[in-house]
């Protein structure tokens, strides 16, 4: 019996399940109608040929240049184009619709996942904020210069949940927590369209990748998935959810399989679920020739088989591969596919371009020739001052010893480290149409806010790292790695003269912005030696040293914990990361950020999270027992957990008050703690609600993550946060993938961070 089958059928009995499910935005009832009649009547008039066409979604590059492309509009073979980002390049595309027998327009996408041409910080360090208003300003931005460039569609966000940092495109995604990325799904959806994905300052969201791409085993790319139903929908599938419950008009298939079916093919993820289940309305685009995939994934014979399962199964767009443009229409004259399978992927290709407005102008975002910037890169398109702020939102304060932090602005400061001075790193991976030259780096920024009150001085260190095959594969794409060919002592050796100069040395250090990005995946993810050998020398000048750590995900950092002053999460910050890591190190922000993602000790701790499930034998700190679940050579637990970020001030929280013990379906209860700043300074910080489903009828996490707050206090200042529990909260879906509470105990807890916390009880009745 088809496992998939079985499954589909138990959770169509479910209602559609989410806690974080909105009101879903769209077009209204009246304008659905008129759209479907329009589609109706263009459709009867399209050849077989026209409608296999607008399912052809093509990419510019080498193989396919311009030319070529506007040639096949022209032709009605393309539906849809990516990669192609300035307005006077998409509107030499798109004036070839004159020419087409029915105009139907191409839309146009890219990859703009955390910035156009402000880039903000990446997707991880905006989960860093924790800042609802921070990241709907970011994907707000985005958008308006998404538009302004001509585009349609972006590509984003990324929503897969990980928690295995060895995966490349953990920089890409929102972290390992269910809530915070759903929460974070839906401001990025609600900030890319807006109210409606037509209006001038608006694009259109298409959410990736759907199912679990995130959870490929061993954290390596591309790699298979195998998981259990409950962990699926628990743990996984909410964010994607949330996207389509905002919204979202594309769904982007992933390139994995689960659990032996591979995404692109998977029926049941896409009808059952997304389709039946979900109700979702929208657009499905293969990643990357993902269809022709299906071949190397070992599920068809040949790419004529592929094409056919992919376009049975549910995908409407066909990215990059041309496998409909080759064979549907062979395979519809052999009964393989059906008229019906064609005609609803037309009727979603056809329905995405109406709801971006391209059939009442097909220069809906290119505007008037008039209105192309006369320099497209130009200064006055950035959005600099927000950019900044988000940036600044977005930095984890890791440590700070004897408040060695903020910096004073006098004296000699050493900016010292490979990524000290890195415009290209800076900005992350999918940096959009960022510009490097652009970008602030650390050494810059310091600059500009210590101004002439101090002293600078700067020495590179070290390289990335001194593994030349680890520099060729970074650069086999796009040469961004330029080592520096002194040798390594007497980088080292340069450095240390430098610091012994100063009064306190700031060491830059991390991963190159192409160490985490698609593709590249690491089974080690400490710090290269050649960086750990510079901190070692820099260690030993005797001098304060302040680590700022620049890198695309968790890294293993408890011998840099160890013999630093102080360290500084930034992760790549963006276009003004430089300016809002200088406005935290001199102290004219006091950050707030706190972690996405657990930092394990080892990465033999992986796969190391906050919502685990307990076992029979639990592992306690306190009493330690060797028969328990636990490795024996190290300490166990994380080095920093999850939601756990430090200030400039300190703060207290008082015990977790219920207004009442017990609740249920009908009464919710509320939980309020009073936070106070017990330091000298302003701050803010993140206040964080968990739950706990003590006894059930499967195992539940020890702690999951249900709510959070963003609070400013001044001195002495303090507030109660208040957060309101109901029943949905206490939903799960149990084995029978039922949707739904149990009743029994449950634990509250609330905190700063995840182990840092007040606990008190409730029943639900």
Same mark, same amino acid.
């Given at each position: ?69 506007? =040639?096949?509009?022209? *032709?009605?073979?393309? $539906?849809?184009?990516? #990669? @192609? %980002?300035?307005?006077?390049?998409? !509107? ?118 759907? =199912?679990?791409?995130? *959870?490929?085993?061993? $954290?390596?790319?591309? #790699? @298979? %998935?195998?998981?259990?139903?409950? !962990? ?118 056809? =329905? ?414």
């Amino acid at each position: 019996m088809n496992t998939h089958h079985v499954l589909g059928a138990l959770v169509l009995l479910v209602s559609s399940a989410s806690s974080l499910a909105v009101e879903t935005t769209g077009i209204p009832q009246d304008q659905v109608k008129e759209r479907n009649a329009f589609i109706a009547d263009l459709m009867k008039k399209m050849t077989i040929d026209e409608k296999i066409g607008q399912l052809n979604l093509v990419t510019v590059g080498p193989d396919y240049q311009k030319e070529a492309i506007m =040639a096949d509009i022209r *032709a009605g073979k393309v $539906g849809g184009v990516f #990669n @192609t %980002v300035t307005k006077p390049d998409i !509107r030499r595309m798109q004036d070839q619709v004159k020419e087409s027998r029915l105009k139907i327009p191409p839309f146009y996408a890219y990859d703009v996942v955390h910035g156009q041409r402000t880039i903000f910080p990446i997707s991880l360090g905006l989960a860093a904020s924790w800042d609802m208003q921070a990241v709907a300003t970011s994907a707000r931005i985005s958008a308006l210069e998404t538009a302004a460039d001509g585009l349609n569609m972006t590509f984003s966000p990324m929503v897969d949940i990980t928690r295995d940092p060895r995966w490349g495109r953990v920089s890409e995604g929102f972290g390992e927590d269910t809530y915070l990325t759903s929460r974070l799904a839906h401001e990025m959806v609600t900030g890319y369209q807006g109210k409606d994905p037509s209006a001038p300052d608006a694009v259109m969201a298409n959410v990736k990748h759907y =199912a679990l791409y995130g *959870a490929v085993e061993g $954290g390596r790319e591309y #790699n @298979t %998935v195998d998981m259990s139903p409950t !962990r699926m929908f628990n743990d996984y599938m909410p964010p994607y959810k949330a996207a389509v419950d905002a919204g979202a008009g594309g769904v982007m298939i992933a390139l994995n399989s689960v659990n032996g079916i591979p995404a692109t093919s998977n029926t049941w993820l896409l009808k059952d679920i997304l389709r039946d289940d979900w109700q979702f309305k929208g657009l499905t685009v293969s990643d990357h020739g993902a269809i022709g995939g299906l071949v190397k994934h070992g599920v068809a014979e040949d790419d004529r088989q592929a094409a056919a399962m992919a376009l049975k199964a549910g995908v409407d767009m066909d990215m990059a591969d041309n496998m409909y443009g080759k064979y549907l229409k062979g395979l519809l004259a052999d009964g393989l596919v059906s008229q019906q399978d064609i005609d609803r992927a037309v009727r979603d290709v056809l =329905a995405a371009k109406w709801d971006m407005g391209l059939f009442v102008d097909e220069y809906r975002h290119l505007g008037p020739q008039s209105s192309d910037p006369a320099d497209t890169n130009a200064e006055s398109r950035l959005h600099r001052p927000e950019a900044r702020e988000v940036a600044r939102t977005s930095l984890v304060l890791l440590k700070n010893t004897n408040q060695t932090l903020p910096l004073q602005k006098k004296g000699t400061i050493a900016v010292i480290g490979p990524l000290a001075d890195s415009k290209r790193d800076v900005m992350g991976s999918w940096s959009a149409a960022g510009k490097a030259a652009q970008a602030v780096t650390v050494l810059q920024g310091m600059k500009d806010v210590l101004g002439d009150k101090g002293t600078l001085l700067y020495a590179r260190g070290a390289n990335i790292t001194n593994d030349q095959g680890m520099v060729d594969f970074l650069n086999s794409y796009d040469k961004q790695v330029i080592n520096d060919p002194r040798k390594p002592q007497d980088m080292i050796d340069e450095a240390v003269k430098t610091a012994e100069k100063s009064d306190v040395v700031v060491a830059v250090v991390g991963e190159a912005q192409g160490m985490a990005h698609e593709a590249s995946s690491r089974s080690d993810i400490s710090i290269p030696q050649s960086q750990r050998d510079l901190l070692k020398a820099l260690k030993a000048t005797g001098k304060p040293l302040v680590i700022v750590l620049m890198n695309g995900r968790p890294l293993t950092l408890t011998w840099e914990n160890d013999i630093s002053d102080a360290m500084l999460e930034t992760w790549f910050s963006g276009t003004e990361g430089g300016h809002a890591i200088a406005d935290v190190l001199f102290g004219d922000y006091n950050p707030s950020g706190k972690l996405p993602m657990t930092f394990p000790r080892s990465v033999g701790q992986i796969p190391l999270y906050n919502s685990v499930l307990n076992t029979g034998r639990p592992f306690n700190p306190q009493h330690p027992d060797k028969y328990t679940t636990r490795y024996f050579d190290i300490t166990n637990g994380p080095l920093f957990p999850f939601g756990y970020g430090l200030s400039y001030t300190s703060f207290s929280v008082s015990d977790v008050s219920l207004s009442s013990t017990t609740m249920d379906a009908k009464n919710p209860l509320t939980a309020s703690v009073t936070v106070k700043n017990t330091g000298k300074v302003s701050g803010a910080t993140i206040v964080q609600l968990y739950l706990q489903d003590v006894t059930a009828s499967i195992s539940r996490p020890v702690k999951e993550l249900k709510n959070f707050e963003k609070i400013n206090l001044q001195p002495g200042e303090e507030k109660v946060v208040t957060f309101t529990v109901n029943e949905r909260d206490l939903r799960f879906y149990n084995d029978k993938l039922k949707w739904a509470s149990e009743p029994g105990k449950f634990n509250v807890f609330v905190g700063l961070d995840s182990q840092d916390v007040k606990k008190t009880s409730f029943l639900l009745k």
